[in-house]
């Protein structure tokens, strides 16, 4: 438990303190005619939500190509697998997934068969670097509308925003005011409360450099020497160092053993998070936050479903509004995979109904399809209204690069 000034609630009743949390659930600038255009309609089915406990009407179970031997599935490092989802594709298929965390997925070759949660930026690096195989498999159907034109192998199957996110428990225990907006952010006293994973290393961070050039423009790279100037924090180091330094981290440390099923290194000896193993110690005490952390965080909106209590209907955590850039998460076959077939199978989970229904109600990702509004993706992941969409191009290898270099000059830590 955190012990002072936690607050709980769910995403839909923050709205009433007139924070600007989760907006409404247009589609987002520059996308046009979407998968996301009304994907938090209401289902009239209730589902068993795994993590959370919820349960409800039995929705259709996976149905996927079996066969057997291991799965190597990799994953962005600081983006652990549910645990459910796991179960459900291992029961499902007769396959073993083994989870790899990766900084890359060009890191991933030779270690991994398929990747998971890469945003479009990623998936054209990675495709780039040749990575990725030229087509996806054919047994393999995509979700409508959703391919990406470079990467053609890479499969869409959910939606994690990037946001600017605040630990509710910190500014409750200070009684200090949360920014609403970018604009309160980036204010003298406010700006030092933010921690921003290196742009250079960590997507959460490029991902913020490509907001703030979309919505800045020709001022962004003078927007960001301000923010540095101010006392903004650049986290370099591994992914569990970006999280310590936020003063939600520890708390999101100790509900991830519940939620996820962490990596072992290189993808070996991977252990279940549900036997309350873990690849690094839990911390003694969650509510004394490491030193030096930030009460405000640039994350991914599914942090607010890992800062969530043990129902998984309330969370410690809030997007500020104004500040989010829509991301579609994509998953692909690997080159050099050892496990096609295995692979496929595990594509096939991500992509067919009753997976998009598992990872909404696991709050993994919002799904592409229609979301459970009682449940973790409909709670906490519904995109702000304000959300930033990119045009084909801004996602560029070579253009990202150049984004980033306004960042290189502000102090590290």
């Given at each position: 438990m955190r012990t002072s000034g936690t607050i709980r609630v769910r995403a839909i009743a923050l709205l009433a303190t007139g924070a600007a949390l989760l907006g409404g659930c247009t589609p987002a600038a520059g996308q046009g005619a979407s998968p996301f255009d009304d994907p938090f309609a209401a289902q009239s089915a209730r589902v068993d939500t795994g993590e959370s406990g919820q349960s409800g009407a039995a929705e259709a179970a996976l149905s996927l190509p079996r066969g057997s031997g291991q799965v190597r599935v990799a994953h962005p490092l600081g983006h652990p697998l549910p645990a459910s989802f796991v179960s459900a594709f291992e029961d499902a298929s007769g396959y073993t997934l083994v989870p790899v965390a990766v900084a890359s997925a060009a890191d991933a070759r030779g270690r991994a068969d398929v990747m998971v949660g890469m945003d479009d930026a990623d998936t054209l690096a990675a495709a780039a670097d040749g990575a990725l195989p030229g087509t996806a498999p054919q047994d393999v159907t995509p979700v409508k509308d959703t391919e990406l034109a470079g990467a053609p192998a890479a499969l869409a199957y959910g939606r994690d925003d990037v946001c600017a996110v605040a630990d509710l428990s910190w500014f409750s225990a200070n009684g200090a005011a949360m920014p609403t907006n970018l604009d309160e952010l980036a204010q003298s006293?406010?700006?030092?409360?933010?921690?921003?994973?290196?742009?250079?290393?960590?997507?959460?961070?490029?991902?913020?450099?490509q907001y703030l050039a979309k919505v800045k423009g020709e001022e962004a790279a003078a927007f960001v020497a301000d923010l540095g100037a101010k006392g903004v924090r650049i986290v370099q180091g591994d992914a569990d160092r970006a999280l310590d330094a936020w003063t939600g981290g520890a708390y999101v440390r100790t509900r991830d053993t519940h939620w996820a099923l962490a990596a072992g290194d290189g993808g070996e000896g991977a252990q279940s998070a549900q036997s309350g193993s873990r690849?690094?110690?839990?911390?003694?005490?969650?509510?004394?936050?490491?030193?030096g952390s930030r009460p405000i965080i640039v994350g991914t909106q599914s942090l607010l479903v890992r800062a969530g209590d043990a129902s998984g209907a309330q969370t410690t955590a809030a997007v500020i509004g104004g500040t989010c850039l829509a991301r579609t998460l994509r998953a692909s076959l690997l080159e050099g995979a050892s496990n096609t077939a295995g692979a496929t199978s595990f594509l096939t989970a991500l992509t067919q109904d009753a997976g998009q229904a598992l990872i909404g109600r696991t709050g993994w990702a919002a799904p592409l399809a229609q979301v459970d509004a009682e449940s973790p993706a409909g709670w906490f992941l519904a995109p702000t209204a304000d959300a930033a969409g990119l045009e084909a191009g801004e996602n560029d290898p070579k253009t990202v690069a150049g984004l980033i270099e306004a960042w290189k000059a502000l102090p590290r830590s």
């Open positions: 006293d406010r700006a030092g409360l933010l921690a921003v994973p290196d742009p250079e290393h960590f997507a959460e961070g490029r991902a913020f450099a690849t690094h110690p839990v911390v003694e005490d969650p509510s004394i936050p490491a030193e």
